[in-house]
């Protein structure tokens, strides 16, 4: 099925695996329908660069500010700087990608707390949603969001996995959800798929996460089985079939969920 408007939520596009091909995995995308792609900040030089990216493209791309768990331990305040600096001004919709991450621990964990809520702060300050990240940390980060989530005017958690469990305590902080290819491996990605039908519409959005995440199923992987964004739709008609939707019907409802959680409407 051919499509002609879905926006990736979720692309770290300035990854140096894309080095190589920029433009061509740009142009993939808009053949395969994608119109949209919001740029992933994974750390002040990252977000920079993302911003870059997006206002060179401002016809089909945003971009987000912020310092991924994983370099929590890098947060300062001239770190702090720029992700406020680039969050007074476009292209930046949200902020993160931000929140916790136990399985690696690739910084401390109380680093990624402080890092976190730092995070937060600044989203609500700067009247921003926030683009969040979470690998078995539930309860902490659920503590730290619940203190923050009445002054934030939106957030989302990205690459949501499952459990049920989790999706729920989620929706009940009115939390948006990412779902990514994770939820097109029938390994590891079981969780997700038993839930995915009790995401409200009216919450739900659609991610690659490129390059990582390359759908497990997908028929015609590229040479170097790296992610893109031309990959949504495969993640789309996933989610659909679960679901027990038309896939025309969701892609029209995911791209109108992204523009109306990043204000993308009438850009």
Request: net charge negative; proline share 4%.
């Amino acid at each position: 099925m051919g499509y002609s408007n879905l926006t990736d939520i979720g692309v770290n596009l300035t990854h140096r695996r894309f080095d190589g091909d920029r433009a061509a995995v740009i142009e993939r995308a808009r053949a395969a329908g994608v119109t949209r792609m919001v740029l992933t900040g994974t750390s002040a030089a990252e977000s920079q660069a993302a911003a870059r990216l997006a206002a060179a493209h401002p016809r089909c791309m945003t971009s987000t500010a912020g310092v991924h768990p994983h370099e929590a331990s890098t947060w300062s305040q001239a770190t702090r700087e720029v992700i406020v600096d680039l969050a007074s001004r476009e292209p930046t919709v949200a902020i993160g990608e931000t929140g916790l991450d136990y399985c690696r621990d690739f910084s401390p964990r109380t680093d990624q707390q402080a890092c976190f809520a730092a995070q937060l702060d600044i989203a609500a300050t700067q009247g921003l949603p926030a683009f969040l990240h979470q690998r078995d940390a539930e309860a902490d980060f659920l503590a730290i969001l619940r203190q923050h989530r009445d002054a934030l005017p939106g957030a989302v958690l990205h690459c949501f996995t499952g459990p049920r469990s989790l999706l729920h305590a989620c929706l009940d902080l009115d939390l948006h959800i990412g779902v990514t290819g994770w939820i097109c491996d029938e390994r590891r990605g079981g969780a997700l798929r038993d839930c995915v039908a009790d995401i409200p519409a009216e919450r739900l959005m659609i991610e690659t996460d490129a390059p990582f995440l390359l759908p497990r199923d997908i028929a015609q992987k590229r040479a170097n089985r790296r992610n893109e964004p031309a990959y949504l739709g495969h993640v789309l008609e996933t989610v659909a079939a679960l679901r027990g939707e038309s896939a025309a019907d969701l892609a029209a409802n995911t791209t109108r969920v992204a523009a109306r959680f990043f204000s993308l409407e009438g850009e």
